[in-house]
């Protein structure tokens, strides 16, 4: 007697009278899937109708404007670089304010006048450290995207062009000496994040050099 229940595995299982056929689409048996190849997936359902070696994407893909590059450009981590500063600068103002408050009240009790005072002199120094370097971050990268667009190429002229300008301008109320020595500070650090920058080229660089 045969059972009324329809066996997956057989071959006429697959034909058009399954739900497959109400989709336009065709079934499969266990045994005929058991041969598609699942690399690092899990099984799909067969009314999918896609080669599952097709979803697999060994390399990322990007959806970039014609001409773009995949890394970001001097304006787009403008944002970055001034918001980062100013969040750095609020939270070392912070804790420095909070040092200054505690010794110079530190002869008094723990008394409401202390607290305050102790309050003011950490907003009093965040909200200024926060000014100054995100005022010298904007100044930096406003001088950074100018020179990127005069001179129509990204490379590490630019920074340094752009922290010495920086350094010149956030120093200028100081006179010639002051203009002076904030270039040559800004020299100094633009010159280090360079540094820093290519520091892996520099030594892929040196290791291979080594080898001849």
């Given at each position: 007697?045969?059972?009324?229940?329809?066996?997956?595995?057989?071959?006429?299982?697959?034909?058009?009278?399954?739900?497959?056929?109400?989709?336009?689409?065709?079934?499969?048996?266990?045994?005929?899937?058991?041969?598609?190849?699942?690399?690092?997936?899990?099984?799909?359902?067969?009314?999918?109708?896609?080669?599952?070696?097709?979803?697999?994407?060994?390399?990322?893909?990007?959806?970039?404007?014609?001409?773009?590059?995949?890394?970001?450009?001097?304006?787009?981590?403008?944002?970055?670089?001034?918001g980062g500063s100013c969040i750095t600068g609020a939270a070392f103002g912070t804790v420095n304010g909070l040092r200054m408050g505690l010794k110079e009240t530190r002869e008094m009790g723990w008394t409401k006048p202390r607290n305050v005072q102790i309050l003011n002199m950490v907003t009093r120094q965040?909200?200024?450290?926060?000014?100054?370097?995100?005022?010298?971050?904007?100044?930096?990268?406003?001088?950074?995207?100018?020179?990127?667009?005069?001179?129509?190429?990204?490379?590490?002229?630019?920074?340094?062009?752009?922290?010495?300008?920086?350094?010149?301008?956030?120093?200028?109320?100081?006179?010639?000496?002051?203009?002076?020595?904030?270039?040559?500070?800004?020299?100094?650090?633009?010159?280090?994040?360079?540094?820093?920058?290519?520091?892996?080229?520099?030594?892929?660089?040196?290791?291979?050099?080594?080898?001849?």
């Amino acid at each position: 007697k045969s059972s009324p229940y329809m066996d997956n595995n057989a071959p006429g299982s697959g034909g058009k009278g399954g739900l497959g056929s109400l989709f336009g689409g065709s079934e499969y048996s266990n045994t005929e899937l058991a041969g598609v190849p699942l690399t690092g997936m899990s099984p799909l359902s067969p009314y999918l109708n896609v080669d599952p070696r097709y979803l697999v994407q060994d390399t990322d893909e990007f959806i970039l404007p014609t001409g773009a590059g995949k890394t970001r450009g001097r304006f787009e981590l403008a944002f970055f670089t001034i918001g980062g500063s100013c969040i750095t600068g609020a939270a070392f103002g912070t804790v420095n304010g909070l040092r200054m408050g505690l010794k110079e009240t530190r002869e008094m009790g723990w008394t409401k006048p202390r607290n305050v005072q102790i309050l003011n002199m950490v907003t009093r120094q965040g909200a200024s450290w926060a000014n100054t370097l995100g005022s010298v971050a904007l100044l930096y990268s406003i001088f950074g995207v100018a020179i990127e667009k005069a001179r129509g190429a990204e490379d590490d002229i630019n920074t340094l062009a752009a922290g010495t300008l920086t350094g010149m301008l956030f120093k200028s109320t100081g006179g010639l000496k002051g203009v002076a020595r904030g270039g040559l500070v800004g020299l100094a650090m633009s010159g280090a994040y360079a540094l820093y920058s290519n520091w892996d080229h520099i030594r892929g660089g040196s290791s291979s050099s080594n080898l001849y």
